[in-house]
């Protein structure tokens, strides 16, 4: 009773085969739960490594406001707009049949978070974030904000978890590595959108804090609005 309660737990964490004489196991979230004939044992597990394809994809949204700047504007929004109708079927699908959750977390079973298989995936608060960026604060100032997200939140990520203390959550590592790839993306909002470098500047500052930070619903949504935010008011300013 108490093991198929376990099972339970989201499609994502939970893996079962035979193995080395154990009638089966489970893997939930950073528990793993055995079954050796009537006797459970349940201990901690590694927590899994970052997903590469999870920050490959944030990095490769890059490519939005690079359209925008070297190719067309409304070509930009027209992605960013397709990408959002997308992620919010994908969201009403999951929430009329579980059948859709299954299937991503089999499909990409590193992609997504533990704690998104019940809430708004990480994605579609990056869509609606990417294509707010565009529509208020436009070409210039809204791609250097999705820049921000695509590459600063990637970063704090991946210098985090390679450099940071195992034992806190955000890093200070994890913060410096977004605030210099937040930087990074800066330069191009100064060559290519010819925005004033301190305008950028405090726009990194406000990405990275924000990542730090992480306010609800998900810091996917107020990078790239309230970094854009600050640099669009500074930029009127100047």
């Known amino acids: 009773m108490l093991f198929a309660a376990l099972q339970e737990f989201p499609p994502t964490c939970i893996h079962n085969r035979p193995a080395r004489g154990l009638d089966s196991w489970s893997i939930c979230g950073r528990m793993r739960a055995s079954q050796r004939g009537t006797f459970i044992v349940v201990e901690q597990a590694k927590p899994a490594p970052p997903s590469r394809v999870r920050k490959l994809i944030h990095l490769s949204l890059a490519l939005v406001p690079a359209l925008g700047w070297w190719v067309s504007y409304p070509l930009a929004l027209g992605l960013a707009g397709a990408a959002m109708i997308a992620s919010l079927v994908v969201e009403l699908a999951r929430r009329n049949g579980d059948w859709v959750n299954r299937l991503l977390w089999r499909l990409l079973p590193t992609t997504f978070r533990a704690w998104e298989h019940r809430r708004t995936l990480g994605s579609t608060w990056f869509s609606v974030g990417m294509l707010g960026a565009l529509l208020l604060y436009g070409r210039d100032v809204g791609g250097t904000a999705v820049l921000f997200l695509a590459w600063g939140d990637a970063a704090a990520e991946i210098v985090g978890r390679r450099w940071g203390r195992a034992t806190e959550g955000k890093t200070l590592a994890g913060s410096l590595g ?61």
């Open 178 to 238: 977004c605030l210099a790839a937040c930087l990074l993306a800066g330069v191009a909002g100064v060559s290519l959108g010819g925005l004033a470098p301190i305008s950028v500047l405090i726009g990194a500052l406000v990405a990275t804090l924000l990542e730090r930070w992480s306010p609800p619903p998900n810091d996917n949504l107020w990078i790239p609005l309230l970094s854009g935010l600050v640099m669009e008011a500074i930029q009127r300013l100047l």
